[in-house]
């Protein structure tokens, strides 16, 4: 028998435009950021946490401008909860 010790195996590293499309995917079950519905917007920028909002909001609306009033309306409504 060996004494070596078991190789562990990292992960790759996980880029944030992954970890948004994963968000995308799981807050409303939209396939890509492409199908993305308006009405779901708010569910996915409400998904993240405070510190990684600014972050998230741009990728989304870097890849669909059009989704860019939806997100400053979820955006506004996070805000207003925050202090109500």
Same mark, same amino acid.
């Given at each position: ?23 995308? &995917?799981?807050?409303? #079950? ?6 993305? !519905? %308006?009405? $779901?917007?708010?569910?996915? /920028?409400?998904?993240?946490?405070? &510190?990684?909002?600014? #972050? ?6 870097? !890849? %669909?401008? $059009?989704?860019?009033?939806? /997100?400053?309306?979820?955006?506004? &409504? ?7």
């Amino acid at each position: 028998m060996s004494d070596a010790t078991p190789h562990t195996v990292s992960p790759a590293p996980v880029s944030r435009d992954q970890i948004w499309a994963s968000a995308v &995917a799981v807050a409303v #079950a939209a396939d890509s950021v492409e199908q993305l !519905r %308006r009405c $779901d917007v708010d569910r996915v /920028v409400s998904l993240v946490d405070a &510190a990684d909002r600014t #972050a998230l909001t741009g990728w989304l609306i870097a !890849r %669909r401008p $059009d989704l860019a009033g939806a /997100v400053a309306e979820a955006l506004s &409504a996070l805000a207003q909860e925050a202090y109500a």
